[in-house]
């Protein structure tokens, strides 16, 4: 397998990510759903606005990534700058749920809560096993 479509495969099954970003020298860690758009080369994914990372962001958008699977080793691992989008949500929440069916569960409830970011991938770590 290419190394491209190994990293794809990756982006595409493994469900979480997890980022870590500083503010006064302590680290801030996050565990969420993300949706890779290959496209763009951008990881997209959501938080809660009370979220106290949604506040850290705001001051350092510098961030560590690395994407999680509960069966496996594997993974991406990546640093970048998250930007939040305005706006933006209603028009990728179907590549979210295409991701993720469950949550159709939640496409009722106002989407005002969330905010959504993107990162563009600076450098990218692969673990193959």
Do not use: W
């Not at 305005?86 to 295409?98: L, M, R």
Request: glycine share 4%; with cysteine.
């Amino acid at each position: 397998m290419k190394l491209e479509d190994f990293f794809h495969t990756i982006m595409d099954t493994h469900p979480e990510i997890v980022f870590a970003v500083c503010s006064n020298n302590l680290p801030t860690v996050r565990r969420t759903n993300f949706y890779y758009c290959a496209g763009e080369k951008k990881i997209f994914f959501v938080l809660p606005v009370q979220d106290t990372a949604v506040e850290i962001l705001k001051q350092n958008s510098n961030i560590a990534i690395m994407t999680i699977h509960p069966t496996e080793t594997r993974g991406i691992a990546s640093t970048g700058t998250a930007t939040k989008k305005e706006n933006d949500f209603s028009k990728i929440i179907g590549n979210f749920v295409s991701k993720f069916p469950e949550m159709t569960l939640f496409m009722d409830t106002p989407i005002t809560g969330l905010a959504l970011y993107q990162v563009a991938l600076k450098s990218i770590t692969i673990k193959m096993s």
